[in-house]
């Protein structure tokens, strides 16, 4: 079954960090571009940050704040979220295109297999 599984999110409070993982079964993330989305209630769902063909790109809000990583022994991208602030609260997801490059990552469309998302609250 070719699925991607978040964890990670939780409650922090302003200032701080959460690292959030997609761990991939049934497929070879190496090979994927892949993005980490985020929806906000009433809001759009909006790229923040994706790989491909090995260029890094993030959304300006989060720019110098989150870092994405991969771990390909264990088929697993990672979203290091630092300096938190209430305004990143959302739900988190990851996603992956078959295509390895892809222009645009940042956009929704065009992604194969989403997870499930996980919560992030930034809240004092």
């Known amino acids: 079954q070719l699925q991607l599984v978040e964890s990670g999110g939780g409650l922090v409070q302003p200032g701080g960090s959460l690292r959030l993982s997609c761990a991939a079964s049934?497929?070879?993330?190496?090979?994927?571009?892949i993005g980490w989305f985020r929806q906000a209630p009433g809001k759009e769902r909006e790229g923040i940050s994706c790989?491909?063909?090995?260029?890094?790109n993030y959304v300006d809000s989060v720019k110098g704040r989150f870092t994405i990583s991969r771990d390909n022994a264990k088929n697993t991208v990672y979203l290091q979220m630092n300096s938190l602030k209430p305004e990143d609260t959302a739900v988190y997801y990851c996603?992956?295109?078959?295509?390895?490059?892809?222009?645009?990552?940042?956009?929704?469309?065009?992604?194969?297999?989403w997870g499930q998302g996980t919560q992030v609250t930034v809240s004092s």
């Open positions: 996603a992956a295109d078959r295509r390895p490059w892809r222009l645009n990552c940042l956009g929704t469309n065009g992604y194969d297999y």
């Open positions: 790989r491909s063909g090995g260029i890094t």
């Open positions: 049934g497929f070879i993330l190496d090979y994927y571009t």
